[in-house]
């Protein structure tokens, strides 16, 4: 059996997430089927993340095992070929061994757009209209909330039965020029599913309410509980940007 570690870039809109679905179109699932359709094999797949419906990925990492031994210069090109135009494989790295595409990871980076203004046509689907008016300076102290170890039961689907202790390395947000849009950007080891989205509907809305205090963003941490009233942000507005490995020689593959 053959392994290859790939870097996987999509657009979300039309896609129920990355993970295979009954019934649902989804990017692991348009992998295998164009893999399929141009080798005439069949793969298996297993992403690093396994984002919802409707968000992006400029740094998917997957591990793909094939039962014949294709060139990787082959793989990128003839399957990239097969793809629809919003999901593009950027690269390939054949393995030596079967790892897990989580083994040596040392950092996951997201990123979240909104705009305060009407975005252009060209970005209104990758991010977030937010028609409030934002203090700035307190977004970034909410932010800041979130750094460290904490518990984020409070900030998951609700759903979670393991442990939910998460450690964020780092949170900010700052102005993108060709997007005449903001990004917030956060990052760390490894994230709930709903975290991110649910951290930055958190903060925007305690960096737009005066009422709102970073106390309240506390106290709701420290509770434990996702029964609460702040919002989910939508999907459209995050992308994983990319996943860093620790140094593995020919097979570390950081953007």
Not at 142 to 159: K, P
Not at 215 to 234: E, F, G, M
């Amino acid at each position: 059996m053959t392994c290859y570690k790939i870097v996987v870039a999509y657009d979300g809109t039309d896609y129920h997430g990355w993970q295979i679905q009954p019934d649902a179109t989804t990017i692991s699932q348009i992998l295998i089927d164009s893999f399929l359709s141009t080798f005439n094999q069949s793969i298996s797949i297993l992403g690093v993340s396994r984002t919802d419906a409707g968000v992006h990925a400029l740094g998917q990492v997957a591990i793909v095992r094939c039962p014949i031994n294709i060139p990787v210069s082959a793989v990128k090109s003839a399957w990239n070929n097969a793809l629809p135009k919003d999901i593009l494989i950027k690269h390939v790295v054949l393995l030596d061994e079967l790892v897990h595409p989580h083994a040596g990871v040392v950092q996951k980076t997201y990123w979240y757009h909104f705009f305060l203004e009407t975005p252009l046509p060209f970005f209104q689907r990758y991010g977030l209209h937010f028609n409030k008016s934002i203090d700035f300076v307190k977004l970034q102290r909410a932010l800041q909330v979130f750094v460290g170890t904490h518990d984020f039961r409070s900030f998951c689907t609700g759903n979670e039965s393991k442990d939910t202790v998460r450690t964020v390395d780092s949170a900010h947000v700052e102005f993108i020029e060709e997007l005449q849009g903001y990004r917030i950007i956060i990052k760390g080891k490894g994230f709930l599913r709903y975290m991110v989205r649910r951290i930055v509907g958190a903060c925007l809305m305690a960096a737009s309410q005066k009422e709102m205090t970073l106390n309240d963003l506390s106290t709701i941490l420290q509770a434990k509980n996702p029964c609460h009233t702040l919002p989910n942000a939508p999907a459209k507005g995050l992308v994983l940007y990319k996943v860093l490995y620790e140094t593995r020689g020919d097979h570390e593959m950081v953007e």
